[in-house]
């Protein structure tokens, strides 16, 4: 049986990581750690752990901030843009909403797009027939080997 107290200790004995005692590591130490894991079976439950605690840093000091919400069209229309040499997204697994944000009539002022991707439920290949769809002859996904193990892929297409 155990019990908890709201007070804490610490101890000399070693201890399994946790996004509590991670969060309080250096993010110099972090990222010694990531690329010391690359190629290893341990990267993809590390990585986890270290998201959760990114995740659980960023909450922790969260405060609400009221932004408006653009879309890339509105954006396209906003500026007068008449064409996007290459449009490049990261947004950390909001792709696919990002993407709903261009309108028909925008998609063919896109020259090509460098997109970083989640592969969740098949997304990869979603974007690959999105893209052929909007008119674009070239597409390719690739994984930098750094990042085997994970579900993180870059997508790029091409007219």
């Known amino acids: 049986s155990s019990s908890s107290s709201s007070s804490s200790s610490s101890s000399s004995g070693d201890q399994a990581p946790t996004s509590s005692n991670l969060q309080s590591l250096p993010d110099s130490v972090l990222l ?38 653009v879309t890339l069209s509105g954006v396209i229309q906003e500026h007068g843009l008449e064409h996007i040499d290459v449009l490049k997204i990261d947004v950390e697994r909001a792709e696919l909403q990002v993407l709903s944000g261009i309108a028909d009539q925008d998609w063919p002022r896109i020259r090509q797009v460098s997109l970083e991707v989640h592969d969740v439920d098949g997304r990869v290949d979603y974007l690959r027939q999105l893209f052929q769809s909007k008119g674009f002859s070239s597409t390719m996904a690739t994984q930098d080997v750094r990042m085997a193990g994970t579900n993180l892929w870059m997508v790029f297409a091409k007219r």
Do not use: F, W, Y
Not at 42 to 58: A, F, Q, T, W
């Open 32 to 69: 010694k750690l990531g690329r010391a894991l690359r190629g290893t079976t341990l990267l993809k439950p590390i990585s986890r752990l270290l998201e959760d605690v990114v995740v659980r840093s960023m909450l922790a000091s969260k405060r609400l901030v009221n932004v408006p919400q």
